[in-house]
């Protein structure tokens, strides 16, 4: 299989369902900001935490349901779609590491050691994916579980950037105002 067909050299690409989009349709700006969200978790891979890498690894297939789901504007039942399932899973993870962590008192600041600055990173264009996806929500059906799950998505990377700083003995700064 080539890597290269051509079919998007004049600013144009394919749905999941052949329709033909501009490559600045709400629709690919939304699963293209995923895929980069995607992008970062993975650079983030091995953090040093088993527990955090797998959980780490299961997000980024969940993002590739996700990234699917948005390519597909008329899913059937046999496409891949995000559902209360996979949201359910990602607050598990939340849960299991707050467990861990002590209660938040204040803002944080992005940063602390490398596993942790790139998990703030990931979770700065997961908040950007999913404003993509509810402005394509705005004009056109979109599963709502997708933007659910983009939603804890968040919520997911900050506490696990909490956690890898706190076990790599990293201290989290709040700002100052």
């Known amino acids: ?78 496409d891949p779609v995000v559902t209360g399932e996979h949201v359910a899973e990602l607050e598990s993870f939340i849960d299991e590491a707050e467990e861990e962590l002590d209660p938040l008192t204040s803002f944080v600041l992005p940063g602390g050691g490398d596993a942790g600055a790139k998990l703030h990173h990931a979770r700065a264009v997961s908040r950007r994916a999913e404003r993509r996806a509810v402005a394509l929500a705005a004009d056109q059906p979109v599963n709502e579980q997708a933007i659910r799950y983009l939603n804890r998505l968040s919520d997911a990377l900050f506490v696990f950037a909490r956690l890898v700083n706190k076990r790599d003995g990293v201290p989290e700064e709040s700002p100052t105002y």
């Open 1 to 78: 299989m080539k890597i290269y067909t051509g079919r998007g050299d004049e600013g144009m690409t394919d749905l999941q369902d052949m329709s033909r989009v501009s490559k600045t349709s709400p629709r690919i700006e939304a699963y293209g900001t995923v895929d980069e969200a995607n992008a970062l978790v993975g650079s983030v891979r091995p953090t040093g935490y088993d527990d955090v890498d797998e959980k780490l690894e299961r997000i980024q297939n969940h993002l590739h349901v996700v990234q699917a789901d948005f390519a597909n504007p008329d899913p059937d039942g046999d």
